[in-house]
């Protein structure tokens, strides 16, 4: 496995202003490189890390049949955001939430709800937000 060693000064010295305004990405994976868990570790303290707004965009929500319960929703963004997190008024639970977006990678999402619903009302009600959002 790969490993750096050296100061935190030293491994931000390319394209990173400061401290607050960067972030390292971890991810863990196996032999077959199966994502076991991802983290973000800040060089500051999160009350003093710089925040970046972006803005989300949902590329499709599709019920993945016409007799399931359950959609799937993709997301992106032009910009890295921060716990991003998925609300809707339908009862249900997403796959992931408080998740990093990073540009141009979509995240697809899976939502099996507990009630019936329409998609255009799934829609109608969700709301995409970061923790930049509520500050």
Known sequence: APVFLGT???????GCASRSSCFFYLIATDTSKNVLSTNVFYLSSLANVTLP??????????????SSARVQLSCGSGSVGLYVWVETS???????????LFPDAPVTLTFPAWESFTVDS???????KT?????
Not at 53 to 66: C, G, L, Y
Not at 90 to 100: A, I, K, L, T
Not at 131 to 135: R, V
């Open 131 to 135: 923790i930049a959002d509520t500050i």
């Open 90 to 100: 339908v009862s249900g639970v997403w796959s992931d939430n408080g998740f990093v």
């Open 122 to 128: 799934l829609k109608s009600s969700i709301k995409i």
């Open 8 to 14: 935190i000064s030293k491994m931000i010295t390319h």
């Open 53 to 66: 707004r972006t803005t989300i965009t949902v590329a499709s929500i599709q019920q993945t049949s016409p």
